[in-house]
C-alpha cells in the first residue's frame, strides 16, 4: 500500500513560492487500478514523479509498504518495486529491443519469453525484437515498447503519465486492452494511471480528482464518474483521433 501524508511541493517563480500541490492525503491500495484526473495544471504529473522520486517534496511523507520512502531517489523506490512509464518515452540509440526487456526483467530472458511482453502490447515480435529503441519508432511504438518494459518488471506499483499521449487510435485501443488484462491479473500488485480519457476512466476501480493542486473528489469509480462526465476540462472522449495526434 501507498500513503502519501501532508505531501505538499512548491517551485520558485518570480513571484516567489508557488505551490503546486497543497496537503495531499491519499492511500493507494494493492490491488487496485486508480485513475487520478482533473483539469490540466491540477498537479497530476508532478503528484506522479512525487511519488516515483523524480522530484522530491516541500513537506509531508510518502510511506510504500511501510517503508518511509520520502527521501529514497528513483533507483532506490524502484528497487522496492515502483515504476514509472513517463509521458514521453526516452529513446536509446544502438539499444535493442529485446536488451531493453531484459534490462527491465533483471534477467536473462530467452527470444520467446521477451516476444511475450511485445505480443502482450500488440507488437509484431518478428519486426521489432532486433530494433533499436530510436528514432526510427514512432511515438506508438515507443509508447507499447515502454509498457512491454514494464510488464516484464512485474513492479508492484506502476504508474503511467498519460500513456495515451502522442498515440493513434488503434494503439489507444490496445492499450485499453492491455490495462484491463492487467487489472483482471493483479493480486498484490497496483496500477496508478494519469488521464482524463474517459475510456481510461471507465476501467478505473477508484478515481481520484485533483484541481489547483488539491484532491477534489475520490472514490469508487461509479461514485466519482458520473459527476466528471460532461465536463469537459476533466475528461476527454479521444474520438476522432489521427495517428500521432495528442489525444
Given at each position: ?99 531493453l526487456i531484459r534490462l527491465a526483467a533483471g ?55 498519460e500513456p495515451e499521449a502522442g498515440i493513434d ?79
Amino acid at each position: 500500500m501507498l500513503k502519501i501524508q501532508d505531501l505538499s511541493f512548491g517551485v520558485n517563480s518570480d513571484d516567489g513560492q508557488k505551490e503546486i500541490l497543497r496537503n495531499i492525503n491519499l492511500e493507494i491500495p494493492d490491488g487496485k487500478l486508480i485513475v487520478i484526473t482533473g483539469p490540466n495544471g491540477g498537479g497530476k504529473s508532478t503528484l506522479a514523479k512525487l511519488i516515483a522520486g523524480i522530484e522530491k517534496p516541500s513537506s509531508g511523507r510518502i510511506v510504500f509498504d511501510d517503508n518511509d520512502i520520502t527521501d529514497m531517489n528513483v533507483t532506490e523506490r524502484a528497487r522496492l518495486g515502483i515504476g514509472f512509464a513517463f509521458q514521453q518515452p526516452v529513446r536509446f540509440k544502438g539499444l535493442k529491443v529485446i536488451d531493453l526487456i531484459r534490462l527491465a526483467a533483471g534477467k536473462k530472458l530467452t527470444v520467446v519469453e521477451a516476444c511475450t511482453y511485445l505480443s502482450a502490447v500488440g507488437l509484431c515480435a518478428r519486426e521489432y525484437i532486433d530494433r533499436e529503441v530510436n528514432s526510427s519508432l514512432s511515438g506508438g511504438e515507443l509508447k507499447r515498447i515502454e509498457i512491454a518494459t514494464v510488464l516484464a518488471r512485474k513492479t508492484k506499483l506502476t504508474i503511467f503519465d498519460e500513456p495515451e499521449a502522442g498515440i493513434d487510435l488503434w494503439s489507444f485501443s490496445n492499450l485499453i486492452e492491455v490495462f484491463q488484462q492487467q487489472r483482471e491479473e493483479m493480486k498484490d500488485r497496483s496500477i496508478m494511471i494519469i488521464s482524463h480519457q474517459e475510456r481510461i476512466l471507465n476501467i478505473a476501480d477508484e478515481i481520484i480528482v485533483l484541481n489547483s493542486g488539491r484532491v477534489d473528489n475520490k472514490g469508487d469509480r461509479e461514485a466519482v464518474l458520473p459527476g466528471l462526465i460532461g465536463t469537459s476540462s476533466a475528461v476527454q472522449t479521444c474520438r476522432g483521433i489521427k495517428k500521432g495526434a495528442d489525444c
